[in-house]
T-cell receptor, first 110, second 113 residues
């Protein structure tokens, strides 16, 4: 069974904190990796794609370790608006469908 | 910015009734998907659609479900005889290139009573 596993949290952090999320995936054939964020009762929205070389977008840094089948997301200088559920997502290998983790809930407090 | 639009935003129906959920994917996209999310659970893949036919479907997508692209813009999901357990958010997504980034619509919340 193709799965994506994440720590469900919740992570409760103060503004300005650095927080890290981890994810593992079981399908070694997966080729594309993403972090999406989902606000309560809203649709998933792409936060960033994840590349083997690692990539950064402002306060967000994503890393991929294909050998360990492990993906991470680091958020620096947390803002109140970062409060959301962060979804680790991989594609299904030969198929185009996405496989979602259950998500990690982040709550940033003033 | 182009977006995927879904209607209705909320659909209430009686068990056993047929429902049709509608989606307008981003105009130049070629790959279309339906996902569902039961309250409190993860987003689950239902079906993918390309070149006017189903590319892949999950075990959830049984004979009660069907998809159609009746014209050049709409992409629909039909549930023939709804069950209580079909209550969920249904998200439509599209992308312009296989394996690329998928963009999601705001979803239709289906409540089966």
């Amino acid at each position: 069974r193709k799965e994506v596993e994440q720590d469900p949290g919740p992570f409760n952090v103060p503004e300005g904190a650095t927080v890290a999320f981890n994810c593992t995936y079981s399908n070694s054939a997966s080729q594309s990796f993403f972090w999406y964020r989902q606000d309560c009762r809203k649709e998933p929205k792409l936060l960033m794609s994840v590349y083997s070389s690692g990539n950064e977008d402002g306060r967000f840094t994503a890393q991929l370790n294909r050998a360990s089948q492990y993906i991470s997301l680091l958020i620096r200088d947390s803002k109140l608006s970062d409060s959301a559920t962060y979804l680790c997502v991989v594609n299904g290998g030969s198929q185009g469908n996405l496989i979602f983790g259950k998500g990690t809930k982040l709550s940033v407090k003033p | 910015e182009p977006e995927v639009t879904q209607t209705p935003s909320h659909q209430v129906t009686q068990m056993g009734q047929e429902v049709i959920l509608r989606c307008v994917p981003i105009s130049n996209h070629l790959y279309f998907y339906w996902y569902r999310q039961i309250l409190g659970q993860k987003v689950e893949f239902l079906v993918s659609f390309y070149n006017n036919e189903i590319s892949e479907k999950s075990e959830i997508f049984d004979d009660q479900f069907s998809v159609e692209r009746p014209d050049g813009s709409n992409f629909t999901l039909k549930i023939r005889s709804t069950k209580l357990e079909d209550s969920a958010m249904y998200f439509c997504a599209s992308d312009g290139q296989w394996g690329n980034i998928q963009y999601f619509g705001a979803g239709t919340r289906l409540s089966v009573l």
